[in-house]
């Protein structure tokens, strides 16, 4: 009896007749228009004559609602209602407005399907609880069993008036069954109908894809610019405090690096949380990407202060870095960053590092070696985290790259195409 109580008259059904309730009041337009269209047919000049006129002009309005529901905001519309007040899972019903023809025969379908089960649901909520009311106050109340305002002459036999408070219980218990078993069906019919169709999942695919793919780069920017000025500011202030009483010169610019570092970084940290911030895919223009051109020599001038011993050969030809191509120097620059963040880290302080970037026919070669530590650990396969970006910003490019040890040395080789670049 409780379970049936609850089916009947719970917070969910309540919620779903509210939702039946919205549908007659959407669908009292069309019926207007449509009881313009039937009254002259009929003969009638009232807007709501006869029950036959009421009906006919309800079946006219909703094919009329049926093409209002191709306009784009229906959908939306209809989600959002299904989704504050018929219980079914956000998950299950698509955003937006409907992309395939098929989606829009379905949005029609439902938009139809509710507006006509709405006012009818509406209708019954209207004409039985007065009914019903005034059934069950019918042996109590003389004047209405005297009256019986226009009710069957039935209703003036005392067994009649004995039973009526039970039939106006049972109306109402039909009424809300009535509801119960629409809002229950349009809430099942929901995601077949207002639920994501082939299009929109290769769209929310195609969307997902992409704020993936824009995570995982920011994700690759923050651990090259932060972890490489991480790496290098620990090596140069640990080097600058093993030297404080003998080199002041060299402290000093220790400290200068330091400063040049962070402050650059914390430019290129604000312009990644920009991105974020904006929710797009671009840096910000307050603080551009480092490239090769503008960049490498301030880069290899804070990684020697920290007590790395770089030997650098640039040979791009008389243009030099500048006649790269800006996603070429972009990507490469952080290779060259990450290739020594990777040295400072492993090969120590005072290592020497043997860095060439030159042009091999119709690609850029870049080739970054150390000399490996006496207790180095075994190589992971596959690399930490920054030879799995370099790797992923190579191929990005469609690129190569080969790593590992080799007579002593850890190199790391990458080729950078010039030619045939995605765009």
């Not at 004047?143 to 009710?151: A, E, K, N």
């Not at 604000?270 to 490498?296: C, F, H, N």
């Not at 790269?324 to 960053?337: D, H, K, N, T, W």
């Not at 191929?395 to 007579?407: F, I, N």
């Amino acid at each position: 009896m409780k379970a049936c109580a609850t089916a009947l008259f719970g917070r969910r059904a309540r919620r779903r007749w509210i939702h039946l309730i919205l549908g007659g009041a959407l669908a009292m337009p069309y019926v207007f228009v449509g009881s313009v269209i039937v009254g002259p047919l009929l003969g009638e000049d009232k807007v709501f004559g006869s029950l036959t006129s009421q009906l006919s002009a309800f079946a006219m309005g909703l094919p009329l609602a049926a093409v209002t529901a191709l306009f784009p905001l229906t959908r939306p519309m209809s989600v959002a209602a299904v989704r504050a007040l018929c219980d079914v899972p956000g998950e299950a019903l698509a955003e937006g407005p409907a992309r395939s023809r098929q989606a829009r025969g379905h949005t029609v379908a439902w938009f139809t399907l509710h507006l006509g089960f709405g006012g009818i649901i509406s209708g019954m909520s209207l004409a039985l609880p007065p009914f019903a009311v005034m059934l069950i106050a019918l042996p109590f109340v003389a004047t209405l069993r005297d009256s019986r305002i226009g009710m069957p002459e039935v209703f003036g036999e005392v067994w009649m008036q004995a039973l009526s408070p039970v039939i106006g219980v049972l109306s109402l218990t039909a009424l809300a069954g009535c509801a119960a078993l629409a809002g229950s069906l349009l809430a099942r019919w929901a995601p077949g109908l207002l639920g994501p169709s082939s299009a929109d999942r290769l769209a929310a695919a195609e969307q997902r894809a992409a704020d993936l793919a824009v995570r995982n780069r920011l994700a690759r920017e923050l651990h090259d610019s932060v972890g490489h000025a991480l790496s290098a500011v620990t090596l140069q202030a640990s080097a600058a405090r093993r030297v404080l009483d003998r080199d002041p010169e060299f402290v000093r610019e220790a400290l200068a690096a330091i400063e040049e570092t962070t402050r650059r970084t914390v430019g290129e940290l604000d312009a990644v949380l920009g991105v974020l911030r904006e929710g797009g895919d671009q840096a910000s223009p307050t603080a551009p990407a480092p490239t090769l051109d503008a960049d490498l020599d301030g880069l290899l001038h804070r990684t020697r202060a920290g007590g790395l011993r770089v030997k650098a050969t640039v040979d791009l030809g008389p243009p030099g870095p500048a006649a790269l191509p800006p996603m070429v120097s972009r990507e490469a620059y952080r290779i060259v960053q990450e290739s020594l963040s990777n040295a400072l880290r492993h090969a120590g302080p005072d290592a020497p590092v043997t860095l060439r970037i030159a042009l091999d026919g119709t690609a850029l070669e870049i080739l970054a070696e150390n000399p490996l530590p006496r207790d180095a650990p075994a190589p992971r396969p596959g690399g930490g985290h920054g030879l799995r970006g370099i790797t992923d910003r190579a191929r990005l490019l469609g690129g190569t790259v080969r790593a590992g040890p080799g007579a002593g040395v850890w190199r790391v080789n990458v080729r950078l195409p010039l030619k045939g670049l995605p765009t």
